[in-house]
């Protein structure tokens, strides 16, 4: 996508968030998406940076609703780009990598794994959902044990949650309907266009490998069991 048409997406988008009420993207603030066009900043990747920007906002009781700007979205916007070059192993070309996130404390993670396992409001098909019965049961009992675990106890449970993330997407990518998996699969090719054709191709394979896996997951909205 051209700066230009990467500019006028993301504007819109944003048109989008802000419940109509458009805010043009001109001056210093077009410098600023251009750089991240440059940088090879997928779409997607923005989209979602500007999602979790507005909804740290809405979750602000009582604050005053305004106009956001795509300049307060910036660093959201970085971050996730980040997450999303380490998720598929894509490399910072020029400059110092970024720090890993913070990680929240493990029996924290169990917990909201659970908590979006519940509040789940998107059934997804049959075999899935009868998955996702069982697996609660065994989330409540690692949520017990992950409180202040060390040693090979902290070990054994991330061992667990990596397996029962595995489990999960093994089922969610068989069951998923076929006209969606197309279409993922495509998005996927989307954001890996700015870095494809530098990327060797065994680990454009496993790049292509983990952006499908992530875009299952937000179609299914099917959260991350794995810890770290």
């Known amino acids: ?7 006028r997406q993301l504007e819109s988008y944003l048109c989008q968030k802000n419940g109509g009420h458009l805010i043009r993207i001109v001056g210093p603030a077009f410098d600023r998406v251009r ?6 900043v997928p779409f997607t990747i923005a989209c979602r940076g500007i999602d979790r920007y507005c909804d740290r906002q809405q979750a602000v009781p009582g604050r005053r609703r305004r106009p956001v700007r795509i300049e307060f979205c910036e660093a959201d916007i970085l971050a996730m780009f980040d997450d999303w070059r380490r998720a598929i192993g894509v490399v910072r070309e020029t400059g110092p990598e970024a720090p890993p996130p913070k990680q929240p404390p493990l029996a924290a993670h169990v917990e ?3 908590a979006r396992l519940i509040g789940r409001r998107q059934p997804g098909p049959a075999r ?3 998955h996702l019965a069982t697996l609660l049961p065994a989330l409540d009992q690692l949520a017990a044990s992950s409180r202040g675990a060390r040693g090979d106890t902290r070990a054994a449970v991330l061992d667990r949650l990596a397996e029962l993330d595995d489990e999960l997407m093994t089922i969610a990518r068989a069951e998923i309907d076929p006209a969606t998996l197309a279409s993922i699969r495509r ?3 989307q954001e890996l266009a700015g870095f494809g054709a530098r990327m060797p ?5 496993q ?3 983990a ?4 875009l299952v997951r937000e179609s299914l909205v099917l959260p991350t069991i794995r810890y770290g």
């Open 35 to 40: 750089t991240w066009s440059d940088l090879g």
């Open 112 to 114: 909201r794994v659970i």
């Open 207 to 209: 790049a292509m490998d």
């Open 187 to 189: 998005e996927a090719e």
């Open 211 to 214: 952006v499908v896996q992530r």
């Open 1 to 7: 996508m051209e700066p230009g048409e990467y500019c």
């Open 201 to 205: 191709a065994e680990a454009r394979a």
């Open 128 to 130: 899935l959902e009868a």
